[in-house]
């Protein structure tokens, strides 16, 4: 059984709320008073007064089977660049935590509109010391295969996009993912042997340090109002990976990934949104199984463009070559601070497209509350509640919308 159980909403909740926006006072006069001779002018700002980035701290707290207790602390600074107000704005996200089993995750992610959206940027750094459940290849792996694996991840992963139209971005993006010191300890569920070790559909090459590096075009459409907490708009983004020896990889193989949102108001008002995702991961070629698509992600990061995928599930429970998802989200503005939520996500993997069943379909869902920190960019702390296949429920924190 695993409790993932966060601290740090009270934490949030004691803050100094008046630190969480900042408001311009109105002047007395429209009069301006010239500097006096010899007197420098104060130097003009870059941003407009109301859109001065803002840095603020969320500490961190939580359990699992596997880290034991952990803590640490996310950063996360939301702006704008230059004073034009019809630029979104640009975010990123820093969260590193340390656990007592030595475990520990260093998360950077950036989503970045330039002056005008002339440019979009979009990527992580990140660096993960993990020990994780695992539970095999395939969309009909066995809960009694669970057995333990550890390992040390560094990610790094960027979009560079030229705007060529209205929201529409176009250019190339650049994925290298460095898989080593992989631990998989004698201790499966069902007696045997770590199932990591006698995994049909795992290649011995893969048990070993490998390298995935890869490079292709990319294409998004980006219509959404705010991207951190959206009332209404599209997002599409889809993206080709082309992985092989002239960039280092250690396998051959191409990605194929889709990721389309849609957002909009319900009952003539933005008190209640319903948000919908499409998410679908395609390979062809030796796919590592660190690279296959899985249900079942909440660590966060650039993959599923910092979406969380079929909440409910545990961390990649399922996974394989091809992978399919679909979530539903109706989220609802209660009073002051506090928003809820209600989710529902279906998906399946499979090694070709044909091998997918209406029996084989994998569900997940639950509810949660939000708590708005700050009104002024729409960034939520969220504590969700949900459960899904071979998975019981469990309580999941994170700092911003899953999707």
Do not use: C
Not at 140 to 161: G, P, Q, T
Not at 281 to 297: S, Y
Not at 337 to 354: N, P
């Amino acid at each position: 059984m695993r409790l993932l159980y966060s601290l740090l909403t009270l934490s949030v909740l004691a803050a100094p709320l008046g630190a969480f926006a900042q408001v311009t006072p109105a002047t007395d006069s429209t009069t301006t008073t010239a500097p006096a001779p010899g007197l420098s002018q104060p130097r003009k700002s870059a941003f407009a007064p109301s859109d001065k980035p803002s840095f603020i701290p969320v500490p961190i707290a939580f359990y699992q089977q596997e880290t034991g207790f952990a803590a640490g602390a996310a950063i996360l600074p939301v702006w704008r660049f230059g004073t034009d107000t019809t630029v979104r704005k640009s975010n990123a996200r820093l969260i590193a935590w340390f656990s007592q089993e030595k475990q520990s995750t260093i998360q950077l992610t950036h989503t970045i509109f330039t002056p005008g959206e002339k440019l979009f940027l979009s990527g992580e750094l990140s660096r993960y010391d993990q020990k994780l459940f695992y539970y095999g290849v395939g969309n009909d792996n066995r809960e009694e295969a669970e057995s333990d694996l550890e390992f040390k991840l560094i990610v790094f992963d960027e979009k560079v996009m030229p705007r060529i139209a209205p929201n529409l971005f176009v250019g190339l993006r650049y994925r290298l993912t460095s898989l080593t010191d992989i631990t998989a300890p004698d201790n499966a569920e069902d007696g045997g042997a770590n199932y990591f070790l006698r995994d049909p559909r795992i290649d011995p090459r893969e048990r070993e340090n490998t390298l995935s590096s890869g490079i292709g075009p990319s294409l998004l459409y980006d219509g959404r109002d705010n991207v951190l907490a959206t009332y209404s708009g599209n997002f599409v983004d889809a993206h080709v990976l082309v992985n092989g020896g002239a960039l280092g990889s250690d396998f051959k193989f191409t990605r194929y990934q889709l990721d389309a949102r849609h957002f909009q108001p319900l009952f003539g008002s933005n008190n209640t949104i319903l948000a919908l995702q499409y998410l679908t991961q395609l390979h062809t070629g030796n796919v590592p199984f660190r690279e296959m698509g899985g249900l079942g992600a909440n660590l966060g990061g650039a993959i599923y463009n910092n979406s969380g995928l079929m909440r409910g599930l545990y961390e990649t429970r399922f996974r394989d070559r091809q992978m399919m998802t679909f979530q539903a989200e109706v989220r609802q503005k209660l009073f002051w601070r506090i928003d809820a939520a209600a989710f529902l996500g279906a998906g399946q993997v499979g090694y070709k497209l044909s091998d997918y069943t209406f029996d084989g379909t994998k569900f997940a869902g639950g509810a949660g509350l939000r708590f708005r920190f700050n009104r002024r960019d729409r960034l939520n702390v969220r504590l969700d509640y949900a459960g899904g296949t071979d998975t019981p429920p469990s309580i999941y924190f994170a700092v911003g919308e899953a999707f």
